[in-house]
């Protein structure tokens, strides 16, 4: 049994347990630590550290009493114990970027520093694969049974028996045996690779950035879209900070310093001469010209009479042409007129129609004013999501012919197709709707003060690998 020496009383009535913290570890670790030691149970531990009632339970994106974000905890509680163990939260590093960065949906672990007894809330940021320190994949699974690890929150299902798997009892490593191990407890041996990520983050805690819709940014409706869009933030916040970046690319940013009044847009003339010059460069590059005198958009598309979405008729409806039907309807007035929405002149067959730009497409961003070289990166990537939608949709529904299309409803094989069709609709609605989503959410943008009247406004986008010459104009 450790002398009195050892241990230290504090204010609350609680055994500290700095000494056996490392740099950068986080709550969750140094929370199990004071549970053991002070041999507390789950809604003790919660009220006598953080002043806080344990909650039952919590369905939330966040948990109510998640590690990531201190803003839960009582203010009462930081002149006791919980003082030392704020330092463990994400958000003492990143503030409140740590919810659209990380999760907190499974504690996530590096064996190598489970085996130390150690555990750092850098580790739940859905784009580090890997542990800085050892390279070991970061797991969420217990090493023996494989069952899934608790939430990274303090909770009754966590703290029953700390750092211990819920389904076989098993520890998370050599240093987790359901007692106090002081012996087990020690420092991973060399954490400059964290520090370094740990700069990184409180760089961005300390600017000026604003991104109100970050949680909003959605690379792939078909894919499990929570971790790859926070991911995807943590590169955009790196690619803005400046620090390297190990995406391989997957983020593209533009930047203007830009007033936050209307200086930049000086009217709707040089916007509609950028919109008409990505108009011809489209129809050049795809030899859409060929597709113009035969063009007769209710034979070729579906136009859902509730929600606006837009989907061809026929599997073999090439994708640049639906994804330029998707992109002139989301950035036109009027209805979808596609190839002949407007020209230059009457054509052979005596079409001639006015153009009119949407006024959030020419108004866009509607917070600051952006000049019109970014205005126009924008309209253009708008143009690269909707033909890697039209891109995906065909992929998806290729094998699936046309199910709309046929006579015989009642076989059971159409029906079957239908049912296919309809559930990749579902999915992919709101991205082939601009009644739902105006502008594609694979775009998203941000801000940050340069200076008393100027800020620094970048456009995000996700490289995509498909339509190569697309991603380097």
């Known amino acids: 049994m450790a002398s009195a020496a050892v241990f230290q009383s504090v204010a609350g009535g609680l055994v500290d347990c700095r000494r056996w913290t490392s740099p950068l570890e986080g ?73 659209v960065v990380a999760s907190d949906t499974r504690l996530r672990l590096c064996p190598s520093c489970a085996e130390l007894g150690y555990q750092s809330a850098l580790f739940q940021i859905d784009a580090l694969a890997t542990c800085p320190i050892h390279g070991d994949s970061l797991v969420v699974a217990c090493p023996l049974c494989g069952a899934p690890t608790p939430r990274y929150a303090l909770n009754a299902e966590a703290f029953q028996m700390p750092m211990q798997c819920t389904a076989c009892g098993a520890g998370y490593g050599r240093a987790w045996n359901g007692t106090a191990d002081f012996s087990r407890w020690s420092s991973p041996p060399d954490v400059t690779a964290m520090r370094r990520l740990a700069r990184q983050l409180r760089a961005w805690h ?11 940014w959605l690379a792939d409706p078909d894919a499990a879209t929570s971790p790859a869009q926070r991911s995807h933030v943590f590169h955009a916040l790196t690619t803005l900070s400046g620090a390297p970046r190990r995406d391989g690319g997957a983020v593209a940013a533009w930047s203007d310093r830009c007033a936050p009044s209307d200086a930049c847009w000086r009217g709707e ?22 597709m113009r005198d035969g063009f007769e958009f209710n034979e070729l598309f579906y136009l859902h009479s509730a929600n606006g979405a ?13 994804a330029f039907v998707l992109w002139t309807k989301r950035c036109e007035l009027g209805e979808p007129h596609g190839l002949r929405r407007w020209q230059g002149g009457s054509t052979s067959r005596g079409y001639r129609y006015a153009l009119g730009l ?7 961003p509607s917070d600051v004013s952006v000049s019109d070289r970014l205005w126009g990166h924008f309209v253009w ?49 709101s991205r082939m709707s601009p009644q739902l989503e105006f502008f594609p959410s694979g775009l998203s943008y941000f801000s940050s003060l340069q200076g008393s009247r100027h800020r620094q406004v970048t456009l995000l986008a996700i490289r995509r690998p498909e339509g190569g010459f697309h991603d380097a104009a």
């Open 381 to 429: 990537r708008c143009f690269v999501e909707d033909l890697w939608t039209a891109q995906r949709w065909q992929a998806a529904t290729a094998s699936l012919g046309d199910p709309l299309e046929r006579g015989n409803a009642s076989d059971a094989g159409t029906q079957a197709k239908r049912a296919r069709f309809m559930e990749y609709l579902t999915i992919w609605m």
């Open 269 to 290: 003339r040089p916007r509609v001469a950028i919109y008409k010059a990505i108009w011809r460069h489209i129809i050049k590059c795809h030899g859409l010209n060929r």
């Open 206 to 216: 300390s600017s000026s950035l604003e991104w109100p819709e970050a949680s909003n």
């Open 27 to 99: 709550a969750f670790t140094m929370t199990a630590k004071i549970a053991l030691v002070n041999a507390l149970s789950p809604r003790a531990l919660c009220e006598l550290l953080f002043g806080k009632n344990l909650l039952t339970a919590s369905f939330a994106q966040v948990h109510g009493r998640s590690f990531l974000d201190s803003v839960w905890v009582a203010p009462t509680a930081r002149a006791t114990t919980a003082a030392n163990v704020m330092r463990g939260f994400l958000s003492s590093q990143c503030g409140s970027w740590a919810s």
């Open 310 to 322: 837009i989907v061809p008729r026929r599997s073999n409806c090439p994708p640049c042409l639906h």
């Open 358 to 364: 949407h006024p959030k497409l020419l108004r866009w």
